[in-house]
């Protein structure tokens, strides 16, 4: 019940669901003049706030540049990689697929490959509700990584897990059982503060080693440009940035609870 409330109640808080809940509000108490000019006002605000690139850029940033990559990763005793990055192999699916988050399992393929770390955690498992046939973002992870070279024998499998709270949790049960206590922990730049205090919280070394990076040097520049045409389409709302503006609430509000849970 916890994992679907925390999957659920967020929905209302997020911009779509937020700018929805707003106009069926209006609409139901249409008759009420001043309430529904206010709903549909807020509804609008919301929807030019979250929706230009301002906001947008600026959020992804503040999150994804807390952890820059380093000049040189060191060596460790295992590399983690946190799911998220895959699509099961269902029909008409013709083998795993990858989402924008790929860049998880390359880098850890590379690091792997370059020998920063003998073994490399596989991070993540399905909530029943949301479960693509029998697989997990651990195996199919597993199978990409084989894909680019690793050996199977260097790959071990993490399925229980349903969030990253649980990623901390069951990935650190399974390296201190093997005598493990520094890390090399890969996933998406923007993820990486919530996920590198909750393995720190488990009383791991932890090494980031962030990618997927959405905020470029040269993007952020650009976006400081203030010229019309470039201020106008960063002015106006955008499904990408109501998505990317998305994405971080979810960061925010998930270092937010985690805090209070104790979990950090």
């Known amino acids: ?26 609409l139901y108490f249409g008759k009420h003049e001043t309430f529904r000019k206010l709903a549909l006002g807020l509804s609008l605000l919301v929807l030019f706030v979250c929706g230009n690139r301002w906001v947008a850029y600026s959020g992804a940033k503040s999150l994804e ?15 983690v990689v946190l799911g998220g990055a895959t699509m099961a192999a269902e029909y008409p699916r013709s083998g795993v697929e990858v989402n924008g988050a790929a860049d998880r399992v390359l880098y850890a393929a590379q ?4 020998g920063k770390a003998p073994l490399i955690i596989s991070s993540g498992g399905s909530i029943e509700w949301q ?3 029998q697989s997990t973002p ?3 992870m597993a199978q990409l990584l084989m894909r680019f070279g690793v050996p199977e024998n260097a790959i071990v499998l993490q ?14 049960e399974i390296l201190k059982e093997m005598g493990i206590k520094k890390i ?13 205090a909750l393995f720190l919280h488990e009383g791991l070394e932890v090494i980031p080693a962030p990618t997927d990076y959405r905020i470029t040097q040269s993007i952020w520049d650009d976006l400081w440009k203030f010229e019309f045409p470039s201020t106008l389409l960063n002015l106006i709302p955008s499904e990408s940035n109501i998505s990317l503006t998305t ?16 979990w950090l």
Do not use: C
Not at 7 to 24: C, D, E, R, S, V
Not at 247 to 261: A, D, F, H, T
């Open 1 to 26: 019940m916890f994992v679907f409330l925390s999957k659920l109640l967020p929905l209302f808080i997020y911009p779509i669901g937020l700018i929805t809940l707003l106009i069926a509000l209006a």
């Open 65 to 79: 540049w807390q952890y820059l990559p380093l000049a040189e990763i060191p060596q460790a005793e295992a590399i």
């Open 111 to 114: 690091l792997y490959q370059e």
């Open 131 to 133: 479960q693509e046939g």
């Open 138 to 140: 651990s195996l199919e």
């Open 159 to 172: 399925t229980r897990s349903y969030n990253t709270h649980e990623d901390a949790v069951y990935s650190t």
């Open 184 to 196: 090399i922990l890969v996933t998406s730049a923007m993820h990486m503060p919530r996920s590198a």
């Open 247 to 262: 994405n971080v609430m979810k960061e925010y509000i998930g270092l937010l609870v985690y805090r209070l849970q104790g």
